[in-house]
């Protein structure tokens, strides 16, 4: 089983930078891929960045503005968010696969214009 806590959302003007964490209660090294989620209000939930054995993958509309990247001696997994635009307010879910998928209870993103 695994646990995942997301920490680093908040409120941003347009332009501005955020970094989310997602923790692990166990050590990444086990699951076999991790990324971030998010979802607007009325909106289906979208992947926007997994990083996996098989290297990166980020949605078209974050590419070149969103890095994702683990630290395995802190069993994190981050989303740094530059250039951050109205567009990109949503709740962000973390998510790890490991036979299963878990997902973390979200963290609120707002950026104003």
């Known amino acids: 089983q695994v646990q995942l806590v997301e920490s680093g959302g908040g409120l941003v003007q347009a332009g501005g930078s955020l970094r989310l964490s997602c923790a692990a209660s166990r050590s990444i090294s086990t699951i076999n891929a991790m990324g971030w989620y998010r979802q607007a209000p009325g909106k289906q939930r979208e992947l926007v960045a997994a990083i996996g054995s098989g290297g990166t993958n980020y949605a078209d509309s974050v590419k070149g503005r969103f890095t994702i990247s683990r630290d395995y001696t802190k069993n994190t997994v981050d989303l740094q968010m530059n250039s951050l635009k109205p567009e990109d307010t949503a709740v962000y879910y973390c998510?790890?696969?490991?036979?299963?998928?878990?997902w973390g209870q979200g963290t609120q993103v707002s950026v104003s214009s």
């Open positions: 998510y790890a696969f490991r036979g299963y998928d878990y």
